[in-house]
Nanobody, 128 residues
Framework: QVQLVESGGGLVQAGDSLRLSCAASGRTFSTYAMGWFRQAPGKEREFVATISWSGGSTYYSDSVKGRFIISRDNAKNTVYLQMNSLKPEDTAVYYC?????????????????????WGQGTQVTVSS
């Protein structure tokens, strides 16, 4: 069992930066691929970014590519999402998720069914 707790959300202005953190419990964190998803009001949850267990591979949605950076620190059982040049359309609840699957492609990274554990989410609001 893995428990995930997100933090770092808040209210910012367009163009600002924000870093989300996701702390995981358990001693097997380093064996999980970790992803970030988001859900805006009235919309379905969507993929944002994923990082492989080693950190050697990363995947991003087109909407955040070049602006967001996903990273992990396996010694701290934590995954991060650095969000730069934020836009109002980035407003959403952001969720981190852990996958035991071998995520080796963009299609597998964005497939929610590959993720076994989910956090409760943290709200990010970007004002114009």
């Amino acid at each position: 069992q893995v428990q995930l707790v997100e933090s770092g959300g808040g209210l910012v202005q367009a163009g600002d930066s924000l870093r989300l953190s996701c702390a995981a419990s358990g001693r097997t964190f380093s064996t999980y691929a970790m992803g970030w998803f988001r859900q805006a009001p009235g919309k379905e949850r969507e993929f944002v970014a994923t990082i492989s267990w080693s950190g050697g591979s990363t995947y991003y949605s087109d909407s955040v590519k070049g602006r967001f950076i996903i990273s992990r620190d396996n010694a701290k059982n934590t995954v991060y999402l650095q969000m730069n040049s934020l836009k109002p359309e980035d407003t959403a609840v952001y969720y981190c998720a852990a996958s035991r699957a071998s995520v080796r492609s963009y299609s597998s990274a964005r497939y929610e069914g590959n993720y076994d554990y989910w956090g409760q989410g943290t709200q990010v609001t970007v004002s114009s």
